[in-house]
Nanobody, 123 residues
């Protein structure tokens, strides 16, 4: 089992950058596919990015070229670097871990979740 704690959210202006962190405890995150998801008010939870056990990455089309996911084994932490933020990026961002070996963008596949961190981008 793994526990996940997100941090780094906040209120920024359009065009700014933020880096979200997801600290994992209990088991090393490299045993899981790690994903970032987000949920805006009144909308469904949506995939943002993932990093596989081997370090491969995948992104939603809406964030491709602006966001970057990475992992730091020494700190057992996964990051989401968000650049060129837009108002439509406003949401609660969640970190999640999937025990399966095959990376997926489907949030229902993920077994463990953090509590979420709010990102608000003003225009």
């Amino acid at each position: 089992q793994v526990q996940l704690v997100e941090s780094g959210g906040g209120l920024v202006q359009a065009g700014d950058s933020l880096r979200l962190s997801c600290a994992a405890s209990g088991r090393t995150f490299s045993r899981y596919v790690m994903g970032w998801f987000r949920q805006a008010p009144g909308k469904e939870r949506e995939f943002v990015a993932l990093i596989s056990r081997s370090g491969g990455t995948n992104y939603a089309d809406s964030v491709k070229g602006r966001f970057a996911i990475s992992g730091e084994n020494a700190k057992n932490t996964v990051y989401l670097q968000m650049n060129s933020l837009k108002p439509e990026d406003t949401a609660v961002y969640y970190c999640a871990a999937d025990r399966s070996a095959v990376p997926s963008s489907e949030w229902t596949r993920y077994d463990y979740w953090g509590q979420g961190t709010q990102v608000t981008v003003s225009s």
